[in-house]
């Protein structure tokens, strides 16, 4: 299901101490859509849900962030948007996500974004339909979100760990 085992994806996270790294679960479900169709692996703890991890393939290495959300979501009946897929959602269906920017727990820093509550934004995009006749057709829709996904998700990650680099 995941083209790493977990001791790849527990290496690859740059923003956490290793007693943290040591209880990274892999989710207890496959993840949905499969490897080709990705642009990120994302998921929540199974076992700390407030937890959630994001990776990417960046310059042939596996990258990665760990978030934590304190709210399940946001102030309920306002219009929002995960800042990676860009797809509107119900406002459930997406949480202010925290990464530390500091190995060390007692540092307080950190970079937030709105992100969706499964980190699922590869799942929304592939699903991705025309909704009028002037929209492109769904598989020119769904290569556009995919690339932007993939910077989005990239850059994100790439900051946070740079971020963590200088306060380290
Ligand atoms: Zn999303």
């Not at 290496?11 to 990705?38: E, F, M, Y």
């Not at 407030?50 to 709210?71: D, K, S, W």
């Not at 727990?105 to 991705?128: H, I, K, M, P, W």
Request: net charge positive.
């Amino acid at each position: 299901m995941l083209p790493y085992p977990l001791s790849t994806f527990r290496a690859a996270l740059g923003n956490v101490d290793d007693a943290t790294r040591r209880t990274v679960r892999l989710p207890r479900h496959p993840l949905k859509p499969s490897s080709q169709l990705r642009d990120y692996y994302g998921w929540r703890d199974p076992s700390a849900p407030q937890r959630g991890y994001l990776f990417t393939e960046q310059t042939g290495a596996l990258t990665g962030i760990m978030l934590t959300t304190t709210r399940t979501h946001t102030a309920a009946g306002r219009a929002v948007m995960c800042e990676f897929c860009r797809i509107p959602r119900r406002f459930e269906q997406v949480a202010l996500f925290t990464a530390s920017t500091a190995t060390h727990q007692r540092s307080q820093s950190g970079l937030g974004t709105y992100l969706c509550v499964d980190l699922d934004c590869n799942a929304r995009v592939n699903a991705l339909q025309p909704l009028t006749p002037l929209d492109p057709p769904a598989e020119a829709l769904v290569t556009e979100h995919r690339a932007a996904l993939a910077r989005r998700s990239a850059a994100f990650i790439t900051s946070v760990l740079r971020q963590a680099r200088r306060t380290a």
